[in-house]
């Protein structure tokens, strides 16, 4: 459904318009409003308070709560939008912000308003001067229902649990990262001539902040990750096009040591999960040398790949990204392998580790935040003062248009 998962501001009418003809129910993620309600802050918060789900204003609905059809949409006016953010602004506790876009029809006259909620990680969230919290039911008779003391524990014991079983896929992860390495060793009879597991790495992930449901089966993940492949720089593929590959109980698996070895797992609950040797040794100069520019480049084709990966999974709530660079004591930065700088000092930490959060439907717009909110990371810990436009210059001159800057290009 393109109305779920395609960039907010690349949704049409037509979009709303296809998406209404499949006349689909309103349910526990999906409400339809003729016009803007007396308490729409109570549909918002219940949505961000349960699994997030989207709103569409302008569309009326029947009997069996199914769209009507042709929609008729409300008028086309300036400040729909900002409305919608007043609204939970003013109304809701803590506030948070939605994807909104306003699409009108061909006469510029009728418009619909969109708005997709992820799924909160700030809850619960209450209306009514902070005294009532309400939770989406999926009953059409009462869509919204105010969530008791029990409610409220089992809100936030739920997240806690899918907090905790992200970690487990985290480490699930890191272990079999091990386990198929030291596996394929043992498969090779001159394990001398089989290359160590390497010391330093760099980490990239996503992961649905609270992940709970299988979004495909194993083997189809086969197919997401074929889909979910970028090649910005003229290059080798990313994620990774060669080497051994298999299906685990709950997802895709696929190691390579061409050059750096490289460990890549997308999970069927949505981690997608990469780690990379990053350091190159240089004995004669007595030096383990990372290359910012090596980074810089992993982190633009990793964002790219993840906004096709969700797209093709259907998932647009939120997501932890998380950069790391592990084990780096003893290195150096430098900023990049095409001409000769001096090496930055070297980092007193063994770890670096930038994470934030952000919408699966937004990751394109926030890619500029997360790049430099990585990179700034690193660089710092490096005693590297990267700013925004050198990291920027740097994409330029490998051929990107800007990336930091996209509305400059």
Known sequence: MSLLTKPINDVTWDDVEGFCEQRTPEGDVLDYKEDFPNNL???LAAMANTLGGIVLIGVKEDTENRPVIPIKG??????LSERVINIILSNITPPFIPDVTVVSDA???RAVVVVRIAQSHQTPHAISGNTQVYLRTGNRNKPEELASID???????GRKK?????????????????????????????????????DTWLLL???????????????AMYDV????????YRGPVFPLETGSYRIVQDGFIRQGDAGDFVHLELNSFGLYFYKQSIARDYPE???KVIWGSEIFRLLDEFIESTIKYYRVLGYWGALEFQAALEAVKGCVLRETNRNSYSPILNSPDNEVRFSTVVTAGALMEEKPRLILGAAQQIAWAFNWNLTPELLDKYYKDTGRKSVLFPNSN
């Open 41 to 43: 802050e109570k549909t």
């Open 74 to 79: 409300i008028d086309f006016k300036k400040g």
């Open 107 to 109: 006469t510029k006259k």
């Open 151 to 157: 409610h409220l524990e089992w809100l936030m014991d």
């Open 162 to 198: 899918a907090e905790l079983f992200r970690d487990r896929l985290y480490k699930q992860a890191e272990t079999r990262l091990k386990a198929l390495h030291a596996g394929n060793l043992s498969r090779r009879k001159r394990e001398e001539d089989s290359p160590a597991l390497p």
């Open 205 to 219: 992930s996503m992961c649905p902040l609270y992940p709970k449901d299988r979004l495909r089966d194993p083997p």
């Open 225 to 232: 990750y074929r889909d979910s492949q970028v090649d910005l």
């Open 285 to 287: 100069q007595q030096q």
